[in-house]
């Protein structure tokens, strides 16, 4: 069982009254929850009130107060299935713990098995983020809002100062983005209204950016240096690591709903498993029931001490079990595949390094179309010509069409030719080793079978600067992948 959590800044919460309006309101919407009917046990203490339906649901909101001034306020709600399952939604608001003041909101769902057998399932997004984000509750994540909004980029140098701190992971604190690049003017990957789609499914979890056109790409990549995702591909940066994953629209996802899917679920992954600076229920429970104690130790019965510590083991004890969780959500963190690559972890770990997303499977494919060239001749059975033939109309990845753009790309300029080949090539399995007359670059560890690439620091003309290209396409054993 993987929980769903996120937490993002968010502006100054009116006050409780406006807190539990939401809560209320999102019950009210769903078609299952009926602890707020009038029937329900109701223990309406001031600061931890909870309310309990015959079902079994429960509702416990909790208020964190010092001095006269509201810390936090939180709630927990409980909702036991048929089949054996707890449904458990907490979401906790720590006032001006943020930056600029703002409050951090926390909000995390559980599937919790109540019986030896239950399946379960890795729950979704609650509507409650829809709702405090339409009301306005989203705060600034150091460079961008919190919204359910795409932040559509413009074609200035402002844009291009926020898309390279997103390349380099200092876009944001709290939420990773996702940057959809642009593969022509006004142009991506994916249709504008499944951009839109997608940002309103991940409001609350993860921002979305897209860039204007391929030309603020080039320019985007030369300020990083090459790091930036482009050509229509879709990356995914976390705060303080920048990108971590790149899709394409090839390969395992050569459909939009395929990629969205891939996208969405990275995304939720990602932002589950990132540090909290928020609270969640368990660490208000015990903030709370140790200024209870210390406010109270003077005052309070040896039953009513005894009643307090048994609830703060319990809260331990709910502790422990949501660290376990986390410790098996860890082991599962890198398990999901982002790249262009039909091949299992398995294989390409077995292999080595890729030198471009889908390398291999360009080779294997290549390979493939020269036996099925010959299967006559070696006298190849029907069903295995059948299957390679199939295997062989599979399209080329677009990783080897991205690499073969940048060397055409990096071979322009002869000025420029030896800073944007060496910051290429880096890129693509290379490390440089020597430059006087010429900058030798050899191949880095595992990447086995390239050879050493020599770049002249002072470039002939445009036709050698052809021949160059050409003879690193080889050097690389791309110039015969492509149809």
């Not at 649901?57 to 810390?71: A, F, P, T």
């Not at 406010?295 to 079990?321: C, F, P, V």
């Not at 963190?333 to 030198?355: M, R, V, W, Y």
């Amino acid at each position: 069982m993987m929980p769903f959590a996120t937490e993002f800044p968010a502006k100054a919460v009116p006050n409780s009254a406006a807190f539990v309006a939401q809560v209320v309101s999102w019950l009210r919407g769903t078609n299952y929850s009926t602890v707020l009917d009038g029937a329900s046990e109701a223990d309406l203490d001031g600061e931890a009130p909870i309310i309990r339906a015959p079902s079994g649901e429960e509702l416990r909101l909790r208020v964190l107060s010092q001095d006269g001034r509201e810390q936090a306020i939180g709630f927990r709600h409980d909702f036991p299935d048929t089949e054996g399952r707890l449904w458990r939604t907490e979401m906790v608001v720590r006032r001006g713990t943020a930056v600029n003041g703002q409050d951090i909101s926390r909000l995390r769902t559980q599937c919790i098995a109540r019986e030896a057998g239950a399946r379960l399932d890795t729950p979704r997004k609650p509507y409650l983020i829809k709702s405090v984000l339409h009301d306005g509750w989203g705060g600034i994540d150091r460079s961008l809002a919190v919204s359910d909004q795409p932040t559509w980029l413009s074609d200035d140098d402002e844009a291009l100062a926020l898309a390279q701190a997103v390349t380099a992971g200092e876009a944001s604190r709290y939420l990773p983005v996702i940057y959809v690049s642009a593969a022509g003017p006004s142009r991506w990957s994916i249709e504008k209204n499944q951009i839109e789609k997608l940002a309103y499914d991940l409001g609350g979890v993860a921002h979305v950016l897209t860039e204007p056109d391929r030309n603020f790409s080039f320019r985007l990549r030369d300020a990083t240096s090459g790091r930036n995702v482009y050509g229509g591909a879709i990356g995914i940066s976390l705060p303080d690591h920048g990108i971590v994953r790149r899709f394409f629209l090839a390969g395992r996802l050569a459909a939009p709903r395929e990629l969205l899917a891939s996208l969405g679920e990275i995304a939720y992954a990602f932002r589950s498993q990132m540090p909290a600076e928020g609270w969640d229920w368990t660490e208000l429970q015990e903030q709370a029931l140790r200024q209870h104690r210390e406010r109270e130790r003077n005052r309070l019965s040896i039953g009513e001490t005894q009643a307090l510590y048994d609830e703060e083991i319990a809260n331990l004890k709910d502790k422990i079990s949501e660290l376990a969780a986390q410790i098996e959500q860890y082991s599962l963190a890198n398990t999901t595949k982002s790249d262009d690559s039909l091949l299992s972890d398995f294989i390409i770990n077995q292999i080595g390094p890729e030198i471009y997303p889908g390398e291999f499977m360009d080779r294997l494919r290549e390979a493939v179309k020269s036996r099925c060239a010959r299967a006559d001749q070696d006298g190849l059975d029907k069903r295995s010509k059948a299957v390679l033939q199939k295997f062989s109309t599979l399209p080329p990845s677009a990783g080897l069409s991205e690499l073969l753009e940048d060397l055409k790309r990096s071979t322009k300029d002869p000025n420029r030719l030896v800073s944007q080949l060496t910051d290429l090539l880096s890129r693509h399995g290379y490390q440089e080793k020597a430059r006087n007359k010429h900058v030798r670059l050899e191949p880095q560890m595992g990447f086995e079978g390239l050879d050493t690439i020599t770049v002249p620091t002072t470039p002939s003309d445009t036709r050698g600067l052809t021949n160059l290209r050409k003879q690193i396409e080889r050097t690389l054993g791309i110039n015969k992948l492509v149809d």
